[in-house]
């Protein structure tokens, strides 16, 4: 299967092939043809899929197709909502890139910066705004944006959003948007709220699924590091010793540990910088680019500013901190490893608070992490027995309910979830097994095809 087969007209043949673009992903594959054919599509796929492009291309020809008889249109003809700056700005550097020989504008609007370049933008016209909820609500309530002529809705990563609380702005956004519109909706998870929020504006839509959120890529070599909470620095310190690792993407749970984090690297010699919520988008941006470019080798994130991150080439992520939900787990490894690629994923575990959330994402992508032992870190058996012991201690009678802050609570133990971290330690060998298809494969650009989503 190339692009070709996907009738796509030759000015998007043309840019797919200047991005080096040759074979489509399985769910550009699948979920092109039916965006073609003015369906209504509900697609489950993760990030690093190629999902981008897999609404981004088909959009971009409906619209070329369409101008051509309405050439003095000028009003936005398609909206895509995302829930961070960083998604949106990649979002629209992907319809720059695939739509650049088609003549169609597009404007990304975000909160955290002035309005006034999107509103001299929006006066100009465009023809597919890709926005954040909030930003684009302030400048509808101001009238610089009218969305009565809109044709395409997109909601993207339509699970972040409900995450980040933007469902009830989403809704007021629907609400201006003409009934009588083709629906796409893209979520890598499916809770109920985010089900009915599908139902609720999708018409008979078609169903693309990939890559199931519990997968990882089996291009992925996942490693387990159990530490002491205040040895996670001298432990991430010692692993960047190593100058084959140039670049690394570091998670931390809050704003301030990353911030931590890299007041230590800087202290250590090495050079970092941080992406949260509470930077601004020009110190953001300007981290980003950094990054990219390698002036900065280590790049210290949250999940939600990270969402959207795309690297090429980025061959490590560390998790400094485990998350307290095990599908972040996915997201956070899937920046690497992307298009057929190959990546190398670290977790630090304290073994006290991160045990339960070791246990949940261990039984979400149903494998044991391999636990390397050989580090100048380690915890000790004997005070890895004293903190289950504790935990147990503390924890709830049973049938009360309870919870060590991941979604099983400690409950439901399994053989080889994360319930003995210390079984690998003796003697018997960790599961390596790479169950389920990740999907995250197929599509090549040479080698490759760049993933901007």
């Not at 690792?245 to 990353?258: E, N």
């Not at 307290?324 to 956070?332: Q, S």
């Amino acid at each position: 299967m190339s692009f070709e087969n996907l009738n796509l007209i030759e000015p998007i043949l043309k840019a797919l092939k200047t991005e080096g673009y040759t074979t489509p992903t399985p769910i550009q594959e699948q979920a092109i043809p039916f965006i073609l054919q003015h369906r209504d599509l509900l697609g489950c796929a993760q990030t690093g899929t190629g999902k981008t492009a897999a609404f981004a291309i088909p959009i971009l020809q409906l619209l070329f197709l369409d101008k051509q008889k309405h050439k003095e249109q000028k009003s936005i003809k398609a909206l895509i909502l995302t829930p961070t700056r960083e998604l949106a700005i990649q979002i629209s550097e992907s319809f720059t890139a695939y739509g650049k020989n088609t003549g169609l504008k597009n404007l990304v609007i975000f909160g955290g910066v002035s309005q006034n370049p999107q509103v001299d933008a929006l006066r100009r016209g465009v023809d597919i705004l890709i926005a954040t909820p909030g930003r684009l609500l302030d400048l509808m309530n101001q009238r610089h944006v009218h969305l009565d002529q809109i044709k395409m809705l997109i909601l993207d990563e339509a699970d972040r959003m409900l995450d980040m609380g933007f469902v009830h702005d989403v809704k007021k956004i629907i609400a201006k948007v003409p009934q009588n519109r083709q629906t796409l909706f893209f979520s890598a998870t499916m809770p109920n709220e985010i089900q009915s929020l599908a139902d609720s504006i999708l018409q008979k839509p078609a169903k693309v699924e990939v890559a199931p959120v519990s997968s990882t890529a089996d291009t992925i070599q996942q490693s387990l590091y159990f530490v002491e909470k205040n040895d996670k620095r001298l432990l991430l310190n010692h692993i960047l010793k190593d100058k084959n690792i140039k670049t690394a993407l570091v998670f931390t749970r809050t704003k301030h540990g990353a911030d931590k984090v890299v007041k230590d690297l800087v202290k250590a010699g090495i050079t970092a910088e941080a992406i949260h919520g509470n930077k601004s988008q020009n110190a953001r941006q300007r981290a980003l680019t950094n990054f990219k470019n390698r002036t900065t080798r280590v790049l210290i994130a949250t999940d939600i500013a990270a969402r959207g991150i795309d690297i090429d080439e980025l061959t490590h992520v560390i998790n400094y901190e485990i998350p307290n939900i095990p599908e972040t787990y996915v997201h956070r490894i899937g920046r690497t490893g992307r298009a057929g690629a190959s990546g190398i994923a670290l977790t630090f575990c304290d073994g006290e608070e991160e045990i339960d959330f070791l246990k949940d994402v261990q039984k979400l992508i149903a494998k044991d992490i391999p636990v390397q032992e050989d580090h100048p870190y380690p915890l000790s058996m004997q005070s890895m027995t004293e903190k289950l012991m504790s935990k147990a201690k503390n924890a709830p009678a049973k049938g009360k309910s309870g919870g060590g802050g991941g979604r099983s609570g400690g409950g439901n133990k399994r053989p080889g979830a994360g319930g003995r971290p210390s079984s690998h330690r003796g003697g018997g060998s960790p599961t390596n097994s790479r169950g389920g298809a990740s999907g995250m494969s197929g599509a090549s650009k040479s080698s490759g095809q760049r993933r901007r989503d």
